[in-house]
């Protein structure tokens, strides 16, 4: 069966910061997919997140690239399997030079997000459910 992908294309400042970055949070390059102007980081099997350089970025749009220190262009949500895997991810984005995106959001006993910034700014969140509330 088809699986659709999700590629997220992200300008950034500097790719070898950017590249670091990612992978300090666990994920992979994929170098098959990368060059000078661009990185290729797999998410998971069916997300790849691709950074490139802001010249390599403004090749695909007709329009202003958002300065994401300033502005916010997208939120960017990623599923965790806990609340310890959100907690996991967010401090390892903390400690690899991200940086705080406001506090812990709880929902009751089924749901838990925080939220951090990237080094250029790009905002994500990182969210677990309680599968028997998403199920049921």
Do not use: C
């Not at 997220?8 to 990368?34: I, M, P, R």
């Not at 069916?46 to 007709?62: D, N, P, S, Y």
């Not at 502005?71 to 991200?98: C, F, P, W, Y």
Request: aromatic letters at 10%; charged letters at 25%.
């Amino acid at each position: 069966m088809y699986q659709q992908m999700i590629f997220v294309n992200l300008a950034v400042n500097d790719l070898e910061a950017s590249k670091k970055f990612f992978t300090e949070l666990g994920y992979s390059l994929n170098e098959q997919f990368s060059d000078d102007t661009t990185s290729s980081v797999a998410i998971s099997d069916t997300i790849v997140l691709m950074i490139m350089t802001k010249e390599r970025f403004g090749q695909f749009t007709k329009k202003q690239i958002a300065d994401s220190s300033q502005t916010v262009e997208a939120l960017l949500a990623l599923s965790a399997e806990s609340r310890e895997k959100v907690d996991e991810l967010v401090d390892k984005a903390i400690a690899a030079g991200g940086s705080p995106a406001g506090e812990a959001q709880e929902e009751g006993d089924f749901m838990y997000g925080r939220a951090f910034f990237d080094p250029d700014g790009h905002h994500f969140e990182v969210v677990w459910m309680d599968p028997s509330v998403v199920e049921g």
